[in-house]
């Protein structure tokens, strides 16, 4: 067993201004690595431009990163960022831009590599990363993965190197900007996070101080979450739990919803969470290690799974998936080591198609 959480992590009210020493302690010059528009709406872009602009600090922008980020768009950036010399990548957004802030700082190490790099493991330097989230579902900011869309495989794919942030910057104000959809399909993919943590294979008495924490936290603006009605205290809860379960998750991974919602995301274009969120109840319902199952409900107080999965059906609204596209996704779970070895059972066709929602 073991633990370990090399980001620093601040959550406060104007969290940017008020580590602004950290920040200009990071490097001699930034990219900042964001989306086409929401950082400008949420304030959080500002923020970070009058720091660096008040220390001194030269930046260039990068505001391209689409959802579900691609390899081709890191390329760009990381060229960019090298004939720029920049020496540290600042992160703002969703998962999608702090995902691709990671492979960029790797990129930008290794700047005379190309993108097969990406997809190789070894252990090779990366430039600082600093992650500042404005949703609440990915928990990124904390953990060392990146997850980019690779167009020539027709799906999404993990890379193989881990790049923890250095720091992270959390201030609820930012999620405020956001979409009833964004809040509600990110919320549930910081609940699969904990889910899959929990009902996993790399699942330990140590690493479960975190899925459960989060749990506990879940539990506590469930039922606001629905009924649209979220307070103050309900939005930092909800950073926070996808915080945990961002930690939560780097210690254990994900698991089978986490798998079979990539394609459906790449073929469909449903956002993250709620692709993940359709498997996520039948996950629990037939998870074979029915006490840690309980347990779970438990944490979230459910009765049983029946209650999550009506639940889940509510929040995110029944969506219903072609039938060739199902079967094609569990053939390629069956042959998807990384994510079978999570997952501490045989499993079957059947079995992962009846997960569906
Ligand atoms: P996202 O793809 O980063 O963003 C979704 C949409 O929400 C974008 O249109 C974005 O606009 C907008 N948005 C973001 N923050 C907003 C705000 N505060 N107000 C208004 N709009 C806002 O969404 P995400 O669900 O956070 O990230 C999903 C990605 O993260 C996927 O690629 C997934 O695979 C990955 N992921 C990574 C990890 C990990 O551990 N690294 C874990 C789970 C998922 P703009 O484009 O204008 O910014
Ligand atoms: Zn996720």
């Given at each position: 067993m073991y633990l370990f959480m090399p980001t620093l992590v601040y959550s406060e009210e104007n969290c940017v201004k008020n580590h602004f020493r950290e920040i200009a302690l990071t490097g001699k010059k930034a990219m900042i690595v964001t989306g086409k528009h929401s950082s400008r709406k949420n304030g959080s872009l500002n923020d970070v431009s009058t720091v660096l602009n008040q220390e001194n600090i030269p930046y260039i922008l990068f505001d391209d990163i689409e959802e579900n980020p691609s390899v081709e768009t890191v390329m760009k950036a990381r060229n960019l960022a090298v004939s720029e010399n920049v020496d540290f990548i600042i992160g703002i957004g969703g998962g999608s831009p702090l995902d691709a802030a990671k492979a960029i700082a790797l990129m930008s190490a290794n700047p005379?590599?190309?993108?097969e790099l990406l997809y190789q493991s070894n252990s090779l330097p990366y430039l600082p990363v600093i992650c500042i989230p404005?949703?609440?579902?990915?928990?990124s900011e904390v953990t060392p993965y990146s997850i980019l869309t690779l167009h020539k495989q027709k799906t999404k794919k993990s890379i193989s190197h881990k790049i923890f942030p250095t720091l992270a910057l959390l201030d609820?104000?930012?999620?405020?900007?956001?979409s009833r959809n964004c809040i509600v399909n990110t919320s549930v993919d910081a609940l699969s996070h904990l889910i899959e943590s929990y009902l996993?294979?790399?699942?330990n008495a140590l690493n479960r101080i975190y899925s459960t924490q989060g749990l506990q936290m879940w539990a506590e603006f469930k039922e606001n979450l629905k009924n649209n009605t979220l307070s103050e205290k309900d939005y930092e809860t909800m950073l926070h739990a996808s915080m945990v379960a961002g930690i939560a998750i780097t210690h254990t991974g994900t698991s089978l919803p986490h798998g079979l919602s990539y394609p459906v995301t790449y073929e469909l274009g449903v956002p993250h969470g709620k692709a993940v969120g359709m498997f996520l109840g039948g996950y629990v319902e037939n998870y074979k290690d029915k006490k840690d199952a309980g347990k779970v409900l438990e944490l979230l107080e459910f009765s049983n799974a029946k209650e999550l999965r009506s639940y889940l059906n509510q929040l995110l609204g029944k969506t219903e998936l072609p039938a060739e596209l199902l079967s094609a996704d569990a053939d390629s779970i069956l042959v998807n080591k990384s994510k079978l070895k999570n997952y501490p059972f045989e499993v079957t066709k059947e079995e992962l198609i009846n997960m569906l929602n």
């Open positions: 005379k590599a190309d993108e404005t949703t609440c579902g990915t928990g609820t104000n930012y999620l405020k900007t956001a996993n294979t790399n699942s």
